[in-house]
């Protein structure tokens, strides 16, 4: 059965990880210059106000996505490399890296520059 949103989350996460890594090609401080907004944890694109995350005051928190902040603490305490472990088997089938290495690869240039890596 053909799944229209599934295709159309898609095309858009291609679209912006092509974004972001040209971009991080040309600079190091790329983050202001992207207007969509990206979870500043695991990179995950928040194209949906349902994808933010939760302050305590149960308020919306637009730099991290509900799977990493929730009731305003991180769900999980764990360093850039692990989370980039986490996220490796979501980013390596294709979209928008053809291959694990790939990915590892990619996503150790581009966490540091997220808000919770960046030191
Ligand atoms: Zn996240």
């Given at each position: 059965m053909f799944d229209k949103d599934f295709v159309?989350?898609?095309?858009?996460?291609?679209?912006?990880?092509?974004?972001?890594?040209?971009?991080?090609?040309?600079e190091l401080?790329?983050?202001?210059?992207?207007?969509?907004?990206?979870?500043?944890?695991?990179?995950?694109?928040?194209n949906s106000?349902?994808?933010f995350g939760t302050n305590a005051d149960g308020s919306k928190n637009e730099e991290y996505c509900q799977y990493c902040f929730a009731n305003g603490a991180f769900t999980s305490e764990q360093t850039m490399e692990e989370m980039i472990e986490t996220c490796v088997p979501f980013v390596s089938k294709g979209?928008?890296?053809?291959?694990?290495?790939?990915?590892?690869?990619?996503?150790?240039v581009l966490f540091p520059q997220l808000k919770r890596w960046k030191k």
């Open positions: 159309q989350y898609d095309i858009q996460m291609s679209v912006l990880f092509d974004t972001i890594l040209v971009k991080v090609d040309k401080n790329i983050m202001e210059n992207i207007e969509m907004k990206w979870c500043q944890s695991c990179a995950m694109p928040m106000a349902e994808l979209e928008p890296w053809p291959d694990e290495d790939t990915a590892r690869k990619e996503m150790l």
